[in-house]
């Protein structure tokens, strides 16, 4: 079985650019969730989606944060335009349903690396 | 705000020693996963305790979840290098999870 895809692996940009990363769920997963990780720290939520609806985007910086889910499958994340502290990775996972009672497993891709000079 | 204090956050052994990792909440959870993550990866379950004083053993690894569903321990014995890793709790509610930081484990030749 395929694991989470993410591409691209590393990206780095100038502070003021605009950036978007690409994730590919397992097939069959409903849920997707967009983490950032910043060195250091655990992952912090961004956003998750249920097939290609919103769930949950409390933690997202909606000012220059955006993401899709079109046709329910794979998702883009886009950040524009980007600070210093964006730099981070930014990891995609996904899950069969809900994680709910969290008996569900949620499923990481490898991350996009993002570094903002 | 939900939050889970790990600790210790570095923590450097030889093969062969045992350890505890700890994780902390004032909140109470529903669930409290464990992931180890390794460097240029993401994150991979090892195990989900669900139930209020609830122990898992996954080979050398014993999990325990607190009665009060606020925290947790992760026990290693007898370390391997290949237990080399960030460990890193997360605490189910409702529909999201919250990770603590992570302890990074290194485990010396």
Redesign the interface.
Known sequence: EAG?AQSPRYKIIEKRQSVAFWCNPISGHATLYWYQQIL??????LI?FQNNGV??DSQLPKDRFSAERLKGVDSTLKIQPAKLEDSAVY?C?SSLD??????E???????TRLLVL | TQL?EQSPQFLSIQEGENLTVYCNSSSV?????WYRQEP??????LV?V?TGGEVKKLKRLTFQFGDARKDSSLHITAAQPGDTGLY?C?G?S?????????TLLTVNP
């Open positions: 989470v250091g720290q655990g992952p912090k939520l998750q769930v949950d990891l996972a809900w994680i709910g009672s969290s008996r497993t949620q499923y990481f891709g490898p991350g | 889970l959870f529903s669930s409290l996963q240029g990866e993401g994150p991979v379950l989900t669900v890193l997360a189910g409702n529909y999201k999870l919250t990770f603590g930081k992570g």
